[in-house]
């Protein structure tokens, strides 16, 4: 799992930070197909939690997917926001 915190600073209103998010979403899970949700902040313009999660019994593949998870949303947001903290879980 997969805990991420979002600052969107262009963001005006909900209807702004929606577009954004739900366009990362759809991207996430097309490329990484994982499932994806927005489990924070839902009334806060600038601001988002998203968490992913995926399963494997290979915890070394995990970490990598996580670090490659991270790396697309910084690249994603480039211009829009910035990743302001993460947590990976891995059980």
Not at 54 to 70: A, G, N, P
């Amino acid at each position: 799992m997969l805990t991420l915190e979002i600052f969107i600073p262009s963001s005006h209103s909900l209807k702004d930070k929606r577009t954004v998010i739900k366009s990362l979403k759809a991207k996430l899970r097309n490329k990484f197909n994982i499932s994806v949700t927005e489990s924070a902040y839902h009334e806060k313009w600038q601001r988002a939690q998203i968490v992913t999660a995926e399963v494997s019994t290979d915890k070394k593949y995990l970490d990598s997917s996580s670090q490659k998870i991270i790396s697309f949303i910084e690249y994603q947001l480039t211009g829009y926001g910035e990743l302001i903290s993460q947590e990976i879980v891995i059980q």
